[in-house]
């Protein structure tokens, strides 16, 4: 069956239809394509939307981070300044009790982290908390500090420096001390830089990100990442850029992209520095981006492979059809099959519908032509013994050809009949009615036709087709058709056996009747009588004449196939008896 497929396929294909057509996978897959790109796009396009907007969010929350540690380091110094400006105040140190300032300090800054000293206008400690009192006389590391604020009079805080007491990253607050009556001194608090951790509000920051706390040189005072330890320099060292900013800024830390928010504190000239590396920020995006892919791309696997099971489904039904129609070409019969696709299940249907009507016009055409040619041979001898019995009736040419012509043209009627109704048969009225009306027309009033509907097979109506031509042809010349004041009436019956016909000619004064035997008479005995099996009989009444048949039912039937040779396709039988014919009404 393929490879007879695949031949008529072949045949019946040209070229350029080849080139044109394409696989429907191929169609299935276009049409996935242009589902899910779009798709794609749109989801990458809505996901890059998403991450900045996340990114602005991000962006939004550092920054207002980072100013918020700014302030909480503002904070912190003030509280330390207000401390330092109490202390200032102490009788004792006014006085110059530096014993007793040195033991009230001590208990006042006990477990707060921060130190109080003074310094003399030289800038030498003449007095520390870290250590006991009095304690050795020690230059200040950060001298220019300590002058500022004797210079301005003004509270000062220093960057971070190297405690020669503390031995340790400290700042200083400084504030000078104007004793009556005795040198200027400078009062300090000193704070290890690791105490200012607290303030960095590491919890608040994202995954990822740092912050520290850098002076005015670039030391890191504070900071939550390893690599900014207190005393280091800060790994941004453009901080000025940084706060110049409105938002984050895009820098380098050891030569890795960073972005970076600086706070500056206007009380210290400190700035606060949150920072992270570049692929923190873009990560969730590169991980959203590369999860699209993924499961695009599991999408699109599956999606492949849910079109290769529906192409196959369909490619094998519509190979399937391709062998349906194949068969229905070669004039085989088509089965409906059964299909998933609805679509190709009707399709399915229609060429087996098509199929059983192609075979059925089949069966009748070939029943049809059998029948044309047994009905040819039959009618060729039937018009030779029609031409017969009217060369015996004629008493010249002219009145053999008229009424030979008109016997033709009766038959042909029938003919017509046979093959515009083919196996369905011929209907009975109709058939008397194609009869009758060139002699008088079939109105109801002179002409009447009454009987159940009723079909009939070919033989039996050329048979009486003929019959009812003959009936008229009489009609005309001795009956009911004579004159205008005649009447015919045909009626027919049915019973579960036979079929009764009855020919009424009803014509007041009715002629005399030739007494020879004629053509019709041999139409009505012969081939009704004995051809469908009938009964006939004759009645003559004083005003008119009527003929009766019986037929079997059998006889009359469209679905019988009689092929049996009639009564007039044997000759002998047409010739008129030697003995004296009773009275007859036909030529």
């Given amino acids: 069956m393929s490879e007879r497929r695949g031949e008529q396929s072949s045949a019946a294909t040209s070229p350029a239809i080849k080139g044109r057509s394409r696989p429907i996978a191929l169609y299935l897959f276009v049409l996935a394509l242009v589902a899910l790109g779009p798709t794609f796009i749109f989801s990458a396009i809505l996901l890059q939307r998403n991450n900045e907007a996340q990114e602005r969010v991000v962006e939004a929350l550092i920054t207002g981070t980072a100013r918020s540690i700014v302030q909480a380091?503002?904070?912190?110094?003030?509280?330390?300044?207000?401390?330092?400006?109490?202390?200032a105040n102490t009788p004792a140190l006014l006085e110059g009790d530096l014993a007793a300032f040195h033991e009230r300090a001590k208990a006042g800054l006990a477990n707060t982290g921060t130190f109080a000293y003074v310094l003399d206008k030289d800038m030498t400690s003449i007095m520390s908390t870290r250590v006991d009192y009095p304690s050795p006389r020690t230059k200040s590391n950060d001298p220019d500090t300590g002058l500022r604020a004797l210079q301005t009079g003004a509270v000062v805080v220093s960057d971070l420096v190297f405690g020669r007491i503390a031995q340790r990253y400290v700042f200083n607050i400084l504030v000078p001390v104007f004793p009556p009556n005795?040198?200027?001194?400078?009062?300090?608090?000193?704070?290890?830089?690791?105490?200012?951790?607290?303030?960095?509000?590491?919890?608040?920051?994202?995954?990822?990100?740092?912050?520290?706390?850098?002076?005015?040189?670039?030391?890191?005072i504070a900071g939550t990442d390893p690599t900014a330890s207190t005393g280091t320099t800060f790994v941004l060292s453009d901080l000025t850029i940084l706060g110049s900013s409105g938002g984050w800024s895009e820098v380098e830390a050891a030569g890795v992209p960073t972005i970076a928010v600086a706070g500056r504190s206007m009380l210290t000239g400190w700035s606060v520095v949150a920072w992270a590396p570049r692929d923190v920020v873009t990560r969730p995006l590169s991980e959203a981006f590369w999860s699209l892919i993924v499961g695009g791309l599991l999408l699109a696997a599956i999606t492949i492979l849910a079109i290769y099971a529906v192409s196959l489904r369909i490619s094998r039904s519509v190979h399937r059809l391709e062998d349906d129609a194949a068969l229905l070409g070669s004039g085989e019969a088509v089965p409906a099959r059964d299909y998933p696709i609805s679509e190709i299940a009707n399709i399915s249907q229609a060429l087996a519908d098509a199929s059983r009507r192609r075979r059925a016009a089949e069966v009748e055409v070939r029943f049809l032509m059998r029948e044309l040619a047994h009905r040819s041979k039959n009618q060729m001898t039937v018009i030779a013994a029609m031409a017969k019995q009217t060369a015996r009736g004629a008493d010249n040419v002219p009145e053999f050809v008229q009424s030979f012509e008109r016997r033709i043209f009766g038959l042909a009627k029938s003919t017509d009949l046979l093959l515009a109704n083919g196996a369905a048969g011929v209907d009975l009225e109709e058939l008397l009615i194609r009869?009758?009306?060139?002699?008088?027309?079939?109105?109801?009033?002179?002409?009447?036709?009454?009987?159940?509907?009723?079909?009939?097979?070919?033989?039996?109506?050329?048979?009486?087709?003929?019959?009812a031509h003959e009936l008229a042809t009489n009609a005309v010349k001795y009956g009911a058709f004579a004159n205008d004041a005649g009447t015919l009436r045909v009626t027919w019956t049915r019973t579960a056996t036979d079929v009764q016909f009855l020919?009424?000619?009803?014509?007041?004064?009715?002629?005399?009747?030739?007494?020879?035997?004629?053509?019709?008479?041999?139409?009505?005995?012969?081939?009704?009588?004995?051809?469908?099996?009938?009964e006939v009989r004759r009645t003559l009444h004083d005003d008119g004449i009527e003929w009766s048949f019986s037929v079997p039912v059998e006889a009359l039937d469209p679905a019988r196939d009689p092929h049996g040779e009639t009564d007039l396709e044997r000759p002998a039988p047409l010739t008129p008896p030697a003995a004296p014919a009773p009275p007859a009404e036909e030529k």
């Fill in 435 to 467: 009869q009758i009306e060139p002699f008088c027309p079939v109105d109801g009033k002179r002409v009447a036709l009454s009987g159940p509907p009723m079909r009939l097979n070919m033989q039996s109506a050329q048979i009486l087709g003929m019959a």
């Fill in 503 to 534: 020919w009424r000619e009803t014509l007041p004064g009715l002629a005399p009747r030739p007494e020879r035997r004629g053509f019709g008479t041999t139409v009505l005995e012969n081939m009704v009588g004995r051809a469908l099996g009938a």
């Fill in 73 to 87: 380091v503002d904070r912190e110094l003030t509280a330390n300044i207000t401390t330092l400006r109490v202390l």
């Fill in 182 to 220: 005795r040198d200027p001194v400078v009062l300090g608090l000193s704070r290890d830089g690791e105490t200012m951790a607290a303030t960095l509000l590491a919890d608040k920051l994202p995954a990822g990100w740092n912050v520290a706390l850098v002076d005015g040189k670039g030391q890191v």
